[in-house]
């Protein structure tokens, strides 16, 4: 498997693309994500009998924590999409090609939060995801754990987890196997899991 990209932490208070500032989090703490401690991977089914499995490697993003009320807290990021890795070159060529992600015309994923909903004991966050060119409202369910400081430095970890169906984001492929059904299923599940350093001011 290729070496992970440790690109330098950034704090994305606008994503890359411009989505603009995230409202509603201007008290809070900005906490930057740490791409060499955080993972962003995917599962998506093949051939309906088993999972292939891969991880973005190159990404921004930061979480705005409002400690006194988490619904007040948000994230946005920023995902490079060349940096996709199932562990196979061949697979992850077909992936960046037009087929799929289309890299060269939509280089990158972002997401935005617009507000976050407590659900009974759990935390929703509601936001704006765009993949290949097209925009759609998503919920992901996540958790936060901290803050804590060790050496000088106070960090949150974080957990979440959703699915999407790519043909909802023009992701059409629709190749069938001999006996019918998808060789790609339309249901990918992503999982966000990983820590961010608080931002000093």
Do not use: C
Request: without cysteine.
């Amino acid at each position: 498997m290729r070496m992970r990209y440790r690109w330098g932490l950034a704090i994305a208070l606008a994503v890359a693309v411009g989505l603009g500032s995230v409202t509603g989090a201007l008290g809070a703490d900005v906490y930057q994500v740490d791409p060499s401690h955080t993972f962003v991977s995917f599962t998506v089914r093949h051939l309906a009998i088993y999972k292939v499995r891969g991880q973005f490697h190159s990404f921004v993003g930061a979480i705005h924590y409002d400690a006194a009320d988490i619904t007040k807290s948000a994230l946005e990021g920023t995902i490079q999409v060349d940096s996709i890795d199932t562990d196979q070159e061949k697979r992850d060529q077909d992936l960046r090609s037009e087929q799929f992600f289309d890299v060269e015309s939509f280089p990158t994923i972002t997401f935005t939060s617009q507000r976050v909903e407590k659900r009974g004991a759990a935390h929703v966050l509601i936001g704006a995801l765009t993949l290949r060119g097209v925009t759609q409202e998503v919920a992901i369910p996540f958790s936060l754990t901290g803050p804590v400081e060790h050496m000088g430095k106070t960090y949150l970890g974080f957990e979440a987890a959703f699915e999407i169906n790519r043909q909802d984001f023009g992701m059409s492929y629709a190749k069938l196997m001999d006996a019918g059904g998808l060789v790609v299923g339309n249901t990918v599940r992503i999982e966000l899991s990983g820590r961010a350093v608080k931002h000093k001011k």
